[in-house]
């Protein structure tokens, strides 16, 4: 979108002056929804932490190992992907219903102009349902709630969050939202997340100095968690094999796939 005028149909709320994740992670993936300044911010956070644009495409090929996985393996049926950011190639509901056609994706973004592209954009099969939701991650009930009407909580459900807990900066409320929304869920449910980190064995170091740049630049404010603080998302669920690994070992189809610093794990509900 960089040196175009802004689309119509875009809400009013939509600040194009100040470089937002959803927009800087289309850029890092190579993708055409955003603005000089995401690309400005993008390209000063890689000049500080050059792994982050394999870390955002590390992040995006997990989402499809864990969707596929999820739906040829374990036989889910009903998504709920929050924190959707802009639609891209290989979304969830087109790597759920190609396994699947009757699969139901519910989508969960607050962003405005996540909001207008996944409207036209997030379109699924007939046999199955596809939706999207404006809400935020910090109020969970809303969500819970609002994808009530596609989702049908008495069957699994696969609840992604990928990249969206280190966005509720308060480890102890990030904890609970994740417990509220796995509560609403039955036995049988499971939980895929993907969280960056500043630990040593993953790279993590250059996370510091970047995530501080990001924070007085862009929107919203990030942290990063260590392995204890991720792995407690988890508590009361059971880990899959291979547990909690960087993102882009987890079930990877080399083993020689680099180690990055953003953990990435999937759990059954028992």
């Given amino acids: ?20 994740n959803a927009r800087v992670w289309n850029y890092w993936i190579g993708g055409k929804d955003n603005y000089e ?20 495409r590390a992040d995006r090929d997990f989402l499809g190992r864990a969707v596929r996985f999820l739906t040829t393996d374990c036989g889910v049926r009903q998504f709920l ?6 639609p891209t190639l290989d979304n969830t509901h087109e790597i759920a219903q190609q ?10 973004d607050n962003d405005p102009i996540v909001l207008v592209h996944a409207r036209s954009l997030l ?8 939706d999207y939701i404006d809400a935020d991650v910090h109020h969970p009930d809303s969500i819970i709630d609002g994808a009530s009407a596609t989702l049908d909580y008495d069957r699994p459900v696969a609840v992604m969050m990928l990249g969206i807990l280190n966005f509720v900066l308060d480890t102890g409320e990030a904890q609970d939202i994740v417990r509220r929304i796995m509560a609403s869920v039955p036995s049988g449910s499971y939980l895929a997340l993907t969280h960056p980190t500043t630990d040593t064995d993953l ?15 862009a929107t919203p404010p990030i942290t990063a968690r260590g392995r204890a603080e991720v ?7 059971d880990l ?13 189809e080399t083993a020689s796939a680099a180690v990055l610093p953003q953990f990435g794990a999937v759990a059954l509900k028992p």
């Fill in 37 to 56: 300044v995401d690309q400005q911010v993008g390209d000063q956070v890689a000049s500080m932490f050059p792994v982050i644009r394999d870390v955002a």
């Fill in 99 to 108: 396994a699947a056609p009757e699969s139901r994706i519910v989508y969960v």
């Fill in 203 to 217: 790279g993590g170091e250059g996370n510091v100095e970047a995530m501080k740049f990001w924070n007085e630049n």
């Fill in 240 to 252: 899959l094999p291979p547990g909690l690994v960087s993102c882009s070992r987890w079930r990877a």
């Fill in 123 to 130: 379109i699924g099969t007939s046999q199955g349902a596809t």
């Fill in 81 to 86: 992907d929050i924190g959707t950011g802009l």
């Fill in 1 to 20: 979108m960089s040196g175009v005028p802004q689309p119509s149909g875009i809400p009013s709320k939509l600040n194009t002056g100040v470089a937002h």
């Fill in 231 to 237: 792995n407690a998302f988890f508590e009361g669920l």
